[in-house]
DNA sequence: CACGCCTATAAAGTGTAATG
DNA sequence: CATTACACTTTATAGGCGTG
């Protein structure tokens, strides 16, 4: 910022508007709540700041300068986004809003969490846009903080701790296979359940060793994993078109009528889906509002 | 010319914030 | 905690100017 602003005391400029608006220093002084002599002082004050006289007396109260003309339409404007920018930030209205939101969410988060909260989104807040970017985990605190994204949804275990957080809903998981699928009748055994073939999504990428794999170990036993997927999209037409089946967050699933989901046979460990967002827009009312509207919609 | 409005300025008191 | 500096206040005064 140009350093010749910080020779001039700024609220001078509010008196100056206030003169040039009114051309009379007593209208000026009760417009700004201020005596009329110290409104006089100011306004020798500012032509000394501006080497003009500014107003001058004349026949019918003071008469602008040149220089004072010149300069009350735009400090006028000035002063007003000024006032906009400093001021409490008004409650936020949906219906006149315009703003673009950036979200990063994972497909599973897209359907889970973004799916139920569009459609209310949509008639409440119809003049806002909304981005869906990829999530990438190792990237959440950066982007946050950089504004790249203004809201997260991810899994308390690797969430940022440096974001604000709130808890949507703990998930579970369920096994899933495609209706009619013979050893889905009923919940399976866990001798059974073991020798099914499973899909396994690895957002990661590649990965045939997951949290059920893990339990399975435990138990001192495995399972066979056939297929890996980096998407949980995907992984519901590769359940319908086969006799593969695939431990899935429940939700995923709990809509789903080509789906035969059963309880597995063993506790495998859920997790927690947190919303996560930045300091930078923690107070701000639009993303406060919009927030509180996708955990009204879960 | 008197009246009422205005500005400019001075003097003295008050409240607040920074400073040692 | 007392001192100091500062900005603002109120009050008073002088004087300009248009109007009836």
Not at 79 to 88: D, G, I, S
Not at 97 to 111: F, L, V
């Amino acid at each position: 910022m140009n350093n010749s602003l910080r020779r001039l005391d700024l609220n001078l400029l509010v008196t100056l508007n206030a003169l040039l608006a009114e051309h009379n220093v007593t209208r000026a002084a009760m417009r700004l709540h201020l005596s009329q002599p110290t409104v006089s002082v100011q306004l020798a004050r500012l032509r000394e700041v501006f080497g003009d006289p500014l107003l001058l007396p004349g026949p019918r109260g003071m008469r602008p300068t040149a220089r004072a003309d010149e300069l009350r339409e735009p400090l006028r404007q000035a002063l007003e986004a000024l006032e906009r920018a400093v001021a409490p930030s008004s409650p936020f209205d949906p219906a006149r809003a315009g703003q673009t939101w950036r979200i990063a969410a994972s497909d599973y988060g897209e359907s889970t969490i973004l799916s139920p909260a569009l459609a209310g989104l949509r008639s409440a807040a119809p003049g806002t846009r909304l981005a869906i970017l990829e999530l990438l985990p190792p990237m959440l605190a950066r982007q946050a903080e950089q504004a790249d994204i203004d809201l997260a949804f991810h899994i308390s275990a690797e969430a940022p701790p440096s974001l604000q957080r709130r808890p949507l809903f703990t998930e579970r998981y369920v096994l899933a296979g495609r209706v009619g699928h013979p050893r889905l009748k009923r919940r399976p055994t866990l001798a059974q359940f073991c020798k099914l073939d499973h899909v396994i999504v690895s957002p990661d990428g590649g990965g045939f060793h997951g949290v059920t794999d893990t339990a399975l170990a435990e138990l001192g036993m495995t399972r066979r994993v056939a297929l890996s997927v980096p998407h949980f999209l995907f992984l519901a037409s590769v359940l319908t078109s086969t006799d593969l089946v695939a431990m899935v967050p429940s939700r995923l699933v709990r809509d789903n009528d080509a789906l035969q989901v059963v309880e597995p046979p063993l506790e495998v460990p859920g997790f927690e889906m947190l919303m996560l967002w930045h300091e930078r827009v923690h107070r701000d009312p639009a993303h406060q509002w919009l927030r509180e509207h996708i955990v009204k919609s879960l």
